[in-house]
Each structure stands twice: as C-alpha cells, then as structure tokens.
C-alpha cells in the first residue's frame, strides 16, 4: 500500500504563492506518474498539472505560466508552486501518484493512490 501526505495549503490573497508538497510512502518499487488535481465547490476535479517519471510535464490552460509541478524522485515527493494565485484558484488539491508495489515475491501491480486533499483559498 501507499499513503499519500499532503501539506502547504492555505489562505492567501489574490497575487500571492503557496507551495504544495506531497510525499509518498509505503512500499513503492516505482512511481510512474505524479499529479495535482483540484476540486472547486460545485466542480468536477479537474487536472492541474502532471509530471511522469521521464520529465515531461504538463498543466491545464488555466495555470500555465502561473504554477509549475516538479518533483523529487529520491524522496518520491512531488512539489506545486503556485504563483499569481487568483480567487479562482481556490478548491482542495488532491496529490494522485501511478505507483507500482509487490503484490507477491515476483509480482507487481501499478494503481491509482490519492491524497486525503488540502484546502487553498484565495481571497480577492
């Protein structure tokens, strides 16, 4: 299994940063896919941005230029700065992780793992 810890959120004013954090832990043979979702009040949760274990990255339209996801592999944490934060940025971000673990002494399984969410607001 593996658990998910996020952190960083917050109140902010329109304008300002936060920085997320999510770490993960359990025992992962390897992370495929580390991502931030986000879910605003009466929304779907959408993607706001991606990283794969080879680099590429990718963000929502809304974000680009404004957020950047990167990601430490030694400490299979993945970072969201947010910059320019603006009052519809606001919602629970969610950390989603494609890990692989085993599931027998020569068998191993990739799933879906989520973060229990973490609260920004942006105030106007």
């Known amino acids: 299994q593996v658990q998910l810890v996020e952190s960083g959120g917050g109140l902010v004013q329109a304008g300002g940063s936060l920085r997320l954090s999510c770490v993960a832990s359990g025992s992962i043979l390897s992370i495929s896919a580390m991502d931030w979702f986000r879910q605003a009040p009466g929304k779907q949760r959408e993607l706001v941005a991606g990283t794969r274990s080879g680099g590429n990255t990718n963000y929502a339209d809304s974000v680009k230029g404004r957020f950047t996801i990167s990601r430490d592999n030694n400490k299979n944490t993945v970072y969201l700065q947010m910059n320019s934060l603006k009052p519809e940025d606001t919602g629970v971000y969610y950390c989603?992780?494609?890990?692989?673990?085993?599931?027998?002494?020569?068998?191993?399984?990739?799933?879906?793992?989520w973060g229990q969410g973490t609260q920004v607001t942006v105030s106007s």
């Open positions: 989603h992780v494609v890990a692989a673990t085993l599931v027998g002494p020569i068998t191993y399984r990739n799933n879906d793992y």
